[in-house]
């Protein structure tokens, strides 16, 4: 139902807004990493090594022992 109301988070001072988010991402994110593990810690890992900075898809890489040659390789600039 779309109304001209807004939303009742508006109601929320900023800092509790970014409160109730952040613990909301972080139930997210755990359910995410949850799902993940439950087809094994080899995907899990590989899911947050797709979504990680070079850095981790680089120590993904060298944890696995993966070259460019492997179709789960992480390419990193």
Do not use: C, R
């Amino acid at each position: 139902m779309e109304d001209k109301k807004g939303s009742f988070m508006d109601n929320y001072p900023d800092h509790i807004q970014d409160v109730i988010l952040s613990d909301i991402a972080d139930q997210l994110v755990g359910d995410w990493i949850n799902s993940n593990a439950d087809e094994g810690t080899f995907y899990a890992d590989l899911k947050i090594a797709e979504m990680s900075t070079d850095d981790v898809k680089a120590d993904f890489n060298s944890f696995y022992e993966l070259t460019a040659d492997d179709d789960d390789y992480q390419a990193v600039s």
